[in-house]
């Protein structure tokens, strides 16, 4: 049995900024499904038959214009453009175009908005994954899951409102804990993660020869102590500090059940595919996704590694497309066949796109693409989104965005917001003698991508 007096306890301390939102939220929950390295958008969403014809010319350089190039490709004799091999098909009521790559996102097109012209400024992956979580690309400011958790709070105390999950084996890029961190926010509101092992969650389970009895007699008694230290001096770091040994006990309880899949139906295995029942797979944490967000996680990330194709682009991408495509559409479809999906919103992207040529040498079959962040796609799914939408345009080469319609990375973040019914310029904390805020001074809310 959990302690009710610690569960208010734990919730005492915790600050909530808004008593309410700003606006009537159209979601209560989000799952972002985080493609880190940079899917390319030629292989994936964005279709660019005219390419072929060009397939082997120098990418002309009134394209490229003033783009920033980077060190890997911007010294090469030449820039030779590269078409896709895969081949695109209209899907759905919509007609949205879909790779052959992603046959069963392919099924999902009426439920999802794609975004072809998200945009960026850092061509590099620390700096852009950086970015894309915390609204800058200078490490240090809170991510997004840590702004939604200080705002609005948790919808269940005994989970932590802010989970996430890596999909295990997965080399590339390095991702570093920053990008789901706290930054100046009290710590008790970064994410955590839960790992495929035995013990989810790191040092969660008592040592040896302590019971949970023992357990709430010592957070009793540290409570008792920081009440009378309050008294002459507040420590805010310990107030966080002690949330967080609250938060623990509570999830003592609770954090078995949610990782428990034995009930799960053999329909639901089906769905996501036989490697939801391996622990640690892309399948696996997205049905996981779906168990927390059931009971009330407020923001739920989960990262999958392996989009950077500076060499052998179709068959990486292929190999990546097969490792998530099922399970993106599984998660889709089973949080609408639940009733979940009108409340919930899925988003899937990485950090900025592919380049239009080739990075290295451009053969019969196979080549490389660079980074690329003039434009790039992301979908969105569920709560307050306007199904079967394709937002912006891009030219002939996917280089540049051809169309007023384009998401920054400004505009995203405040458009996740607006979903959940804060207006991103309210929500703001003050360090060092300003007011910061996950839109930084900039963002304009999407409203073409919503219901």
């Excluded at 908005?113 to 992956?125: C, F, G, W």
């Excluded at 990486?316 to 066949?337: F, H, I, N, T, Y």
Aim: hydrophobic content about 35%; aromatic content about 10%; overall charge neutral.
């Amino acid at each position: 049995m959990l302690n009710t007096h610690a569960g208010e306890a734990a919730v005492e301390s915790s600050l909530v900024v808004l008593g309410s939102t700003h606006i009537p939220a159209k979601t209560k929950r989000v799952i972002y499904l985080y493609m880190a390295g940079g899917p390319s958008q030629f292989e994936t969403f964005d279709n660019k038959p005219v390419m072929k014809k060009w397939h082997g010319d120098d990418l002309p350089k009134s394209i490229i214009g003033e783009q920033r190039l980077t060190g890997m490709s911007g010294n090469q004799s030449s820039l030779p453009v590269a078409a896709s091999p895969y081949e695109f098909a209209q899907h759905g009521e919509s007609g949205m175009e879909i790779s052959e790559l992603l046959p069963h996102t392919a099924k999902i097109v009426d439920e999802i908005a794609l975004v072809k012209t998200m945009y960026t400024e850092a061509i590099n992956h620390g700096p852009a994954n950086t970015f894309m979580q915390t609204g800058s690309q200078i490490a240090g400011r809170p991510s997004m899951g840590a702004w939604l958790d200080y705002g609005l709070g948790t919808g269940n105390p005994n989970l932590p409102p802010f989970v996430v999950m890596r999909t295990k084996g997965k080399g590339g890029q390095p991702l570093f804990a920053r990008l789901w961190g706290n930054g100046f926010l009290p710590s008790e509101y970064q994410g955590v993660m839960f790992r495929p092992e035995n013990d989810p969650v790191l040092f969660l389970n008592n040592p040896g020869g302590i019971d949970s009895t023992s357990r709430r007699g010592v957070l009793d008694s540290i409570r008792q102590l920081e009440e009378l230290n309050k008294q002459k001096i507040y420590d805010p770091q310990i107030a966080s500090r002690l949330a967080q040994y609250e938060m623990a006990y509570r999830m003592q309880g609770s954090v078995p059940d949610a990782v428990d899949i034995s009930n799960e139906s053999k329909a639901t295995f089906d769905l996501y595919g036989d490697d939801s029942k391996t622990p640690g797979t892309f399948a696996n944490n997205c049905l996981m996704a779906r168990r927390l967000a059931e009971r009330g996680v407020k923001f739920i990330q989960l990262y999958h590694q392996g989009w950077d194709q500076h060499a052998k682009c179709s068959g990486g991408v292929k190999r990546q497309c097969k490792e998530v495509d099922q399970a993106s559409a599984a998660l889709v479809m089973d949080l609408k066949q639940r009733g979940l999906l009108e409340d919930t919103l899925v988003i899937w992207g990485g950090e900025f796109g592919r380049t239009a040529y080739s990075q290295g040498k451009l053969t019969k079959n196979e080549y490389g693409r660079d980074h690329h962040p003039g434009c790039f796609p992301t979908w969105f799914a569920g709560g307050g989104i306007k199904g079967g939408t394709t937002f912006g345009k891009t030219d002939d080469y996917s280089y540049n965005i051809a169309s007023e319609d384009k998401m920054h990375v400004h505009d995203f973040h405040a458009t996740v917001l607006h979903l959940l019914g804060v207006d991103h310029t309210q929500l703001t904390f003050k360090f060092q003698g300003r007011s910061f805020r996950l839109t930084d001074v900039h963002g304009h809310v999407k409203h073409k991508i919503l219901s």
